[in-house]
């Protein structure tokens, strides 16, 4: 048969991948989680295939490298405390300035995050925020003319009561003296004195991101749903409760606002109502922190066009569907079908989305129900010191496991 009759074969296009990870906390950061998932998807494609690293966060950990990465800036180390009061370092992100503006990204856990006080019993009436005040001071001494705190990961359920007293706030009790620091305050909490507060902190705009969307109080309220996290007895719980609801009555009243609006706004109980202070007197907006991050970095636009895209985090459950990176991802890639061209006689289909973890822990219906393929990155038994040692090798290879399965052998 000559050439000419033989014709030429068909070109594959090549396949465009989106790696989109949050990290997997105390093993790997989001964007290292990325660099594995993507030597995974080569193995599985070769090098021919496109793919596109966006490392993610949900307004917890990681969320301020991946923010200044995005917008650029600068990161300054702080001099600061752990929700126990020893010091410590952490960090501001500081954008660049643009017309005489400067955002300030301060990720809350680095003050009163949960890993940093688990070498010592869990107390969680004691546990503080004042750290994270000490943070917010610095950033606003840098120029800062706008706040975004991400929440996340913390020991704290002081409803942000120790962060308003680094600003300048005295929570007073029925004598005038100054309460105890943290939850365990809140308790004999009678009056807050505003007189002597940073007023940098109220001419500035705040954003919040958090990743829930619990209210402050209740039972679906910070103490109920988190505190037993931190620590907390059953009557702990039910303490810390009617303190953060005493918190909530007074900064109402000494703004004019409505308690039970304030207390039952969806997202206050994150960080154990952390966001109550900058939300009462600061006007602060709660945000998604999977969509504010997810636009920072162009996820919509990356997934146009993508045969596929892999996400991953420590552990797939419910609350991964419930404002966590894998719910924003799964989000993306439907609005990214609902926005294709229509093509008649086809029916649009949305970009494949897979999810890698370290443990899954929804069933098969529930995966298909959401619109997820999940894979647990454990090859067998192991501990948990095993896995995190050996994340970003168990990410790549359940990831070219999964580029084969849903791609083929490209």
């Given at each position: 048969?000559?050439?000419?009759?033989?014709?030429?074969?068909?070109?594959?296009?090549?396949?465009?991948?989106?790696?989109?990870?949050?990290?997997?906390?105390?093993?790997?950061?989001?964007?290292?989680?990325a660099?594995?998932?993507?030597?995974?998807?080569?193995?599985?494609?070769g090098?021919?295939?496109?793919?596109?690293?966006?490392?993610?966060?949900?307004?917890?950990?990681?969320?301020?490298?991946?923010?200044?990465?995005?917008w650029?800036?600068?990161?300054?180390?702080?001099?600061?405390?752990?929700?126990?009061?020893?010091?410590?370092?952490?960090?501001?992100?500081?954008?660049?300035?643009?017309?005489?503006?400067?955002?300030?990204?301060?990720?809350?856990?680095?003050?009163?995050?949960?890993?940093?006080?688990?070498?010592?019993?869990?107390?969680?009436?004691?546990?503080?925020?004042a750290?994270?005040?000490?943070?917010?001071?610095?950033?606003?001494?840098?120029?800062?003319t706008?706040?975004?705190?991400?929440?996340?990961?913390?020991?704290?359920?002081d409803?942000?009561?120790?962060?308003?007293?680094a600003?300048?706030?005295?929570?007073?009790?029925?004598?005038?003296?100054?309460?105890?620091?943290?939850?365990?305050?809140?308790?004999?909490?009678?009056?807050?004195?505003?007189?002597?507060?940073?007023?940098?902190?109220?001419?500035?705009?705040?954003?919040?991101?958090?990743?829930v969307?619990?209210?402050?109080?209740?039972?679906?309220?910070?103490a109920?749903?988190?505190?037993?996290?931190?620590?907390?007895?059953?009557?702990?719980?039910?303490?810390?409760?009617r303190?953060?609801?005493?918190?909530?009555?007074?900064?109402?009243?000494?703004?004019?606002?409505?308690?039970?609006?304030?207390?039952a706004?969806?997202?206050?109980?994150?960080?154990?109502?952390?966001?109550?202070?900058?939300?009462?007197?600061?006007?602060?907006?709660?945000?998604?922190?999977?969509?504010?991050?997810?636009d920072?970095?162009?996820?919509?636009?990356?997934?146009a066009?993508?045969?596929?895209?892999?996400?991953?985090?420590?552990?797939?459950?419910?609350?991964?569907?419930?404002?966590?990176?894998?719910?924003r991802?799964?989000?993306?890639?439907?609005?990214?079908?609902?926005?294709?061209?229509?093509?008649?006689?086809?029916?649009?289909?949305?970009?494949?989305?897979?999810?890698?973890?370290?443990?899954?822990?929804?069933?098969?219906?529930?995966?298909?129900?959401?619109?997820?393929?999940?894979?647990?990155?454990?090859?067998?038994?192991?501990?948990?010191?095993?896995?995190?040692?050996?994340?970003?090798?168990?990410?790549?290879?359940?990831?070219?496991?999964?580029?084969?399965?849903?791609?083929?052998?490209?």
């Amino acid at each position: 048969m000559s050439g000419s009759a033989r014709g030429t074969l068909p070109q594959r296009s090549v396949p465009i991948v989106v790696v989109a990870p949050d990290s997997l906390k105390s093993s790997c950061t989001a964007p290292d989680a990325a660099r594995a998932i993507a030597s995974g998807v080569r193995r599985a494609l070769g090098q021919g295939v496109q793919i596109r690293e966006l490392p993610l966060a949900d307004g917890g950990e990681g969320t301020l490298d991946v923010l200044v990465a995005a917008w650029g800036g600068e990161i300054l180390d702080v001099a600061t405390t752990d929700a126990l009061g020893r010091p410590r370092t952490g960090r501001v992100g500081l954008s660049s300035e643009k017309q005489g503006a400067r955002l300030a990204v301060i990720e809350a856990a680095d003050a009163n995050g949960l890993p940093a006080v688990v070498d010592q019993p869990l107390r969680a009436l004691d546990a503080d925020t004042a750290g994270v005040g000490a943070l917010v001071c610095a950033a606003l001494s840098a120029g800062a003319t706008e706040i975004l705190m991400c929440l996340g990961g913390s020991a704290t359920s002081d409803g942000g009561s120790g962060m308003l007293r680094a600003l300048g706030a005295r929570l007073l009790d029925a004598s005038g003296n100054d309460v105890a620091p943290g939850a365990r305050g809140l308790a004999e909490l009678h009056e807050i004195d505003l007189s002597e507060i940073d007023t940098r902190a109220g001419k500035g705009g705040w954003r919040v991101a958090c990743d829930v969307d619990h209210p402050l109080t209740g039972v679906g309220g910070a103490a109920a749903v988190f505190g037993p996290q931190k620590g907390a007895s059953p009557e702990q719980v039910e303490l810390i409760d009617r303190g953060l609801a005493r918190l909530a009555r007074l900064l109402a009243e000494a703004t004019g606002g409505e308690a039970n609006e304030l207390a039952a706004l969806p997202g206050l109980g994150a960080a154990g109502g952390l966001a109550l202070g900058p939300v009462a007197l600061f006007g602060a907006q709660l945000v998604p922190g999977s969509a504010l991050v997810s636009d920072a970095v162009g996820l919509r636009d990356a997934l146009a066009g993508a045969a596929m895209v892999i996400t991953a985090e420590g552990r797939l459950d419910a609350q991964s569907l419930q404002g966590k990176v894998v719910s924003r991802v799964l989000a993306e890639a439907r609005d990214c079908r609902d926005d294709a061209p229509a093509v008649a006689g086809e029916e649009p289909s949305s970009v494949p989305v897979v999810v890698l973890a370290g443990s899954v822990e929804l069933s098969f219906e529930e995966c298909q129900r959401a619109g997820i393929a999940a894979w647990s990155i454990a090859r067998g038994p192991a501990t948990l010191d095993q896995l995190q040692a050996d994340t970003p090798a168990l990410l790549a290879e359940a990831a070219a496991h999964a580029t084969r399965v849903v791609l083929g052998e490209g």
